[in-house]
């Protein structure tokens, strides 16, 4: 029987994890998900003050942050009947901005 470590597997060079990061840019390749970390980056929100200031539906906003909170770009607190919403890979923000400037460039 023949075992492969992490090392030898072809899915990893060395320490990097080629998933984990198509996981965060799947979770981050859309144009909404990416304005939700964009307003977050700047303070909480809740779901309702997302909504408004997307002018989409609570439910898609919803949608959006559960795929943001399964690859650890958001969490939520809880406060009496409220969610707030928070970045906690303050990264992510950096990630974004080079993006737009590579994507931006002529």
């Not at 700047?42 to 906003?61: H, I, K, M, P, W």
């Amino acid at each position: 029987m023949v075992t492969t470590s992490a090392a030898s597997d072809p899915r990893h060079d060395g320490a990097h994890d080629h998933e984990a990061v198509a996981r965060l840019l799947h979770a981050l390749a859309d144009p909404s998900r990416l304005a939700i970390v964009h307003l977050l980056t700047g303070a909480e929100r809740r779901v309702v003050d997302l909504t408004r200031e997307l002018g989409l539906a609570q439910s898609t906003v919803s949608a959006h942050l559960t795929t943001l909170r399964e690859v650890g770009v958001v969490a939520v607190r809880r406060e009496g009947r409220s969610s707030w919403y928070r970045l906690v890979r303050p990264e992510v923000a950096h990630l974004l901005a080079d993006a737009e400037h590579v994507a931006l460039a002529p």
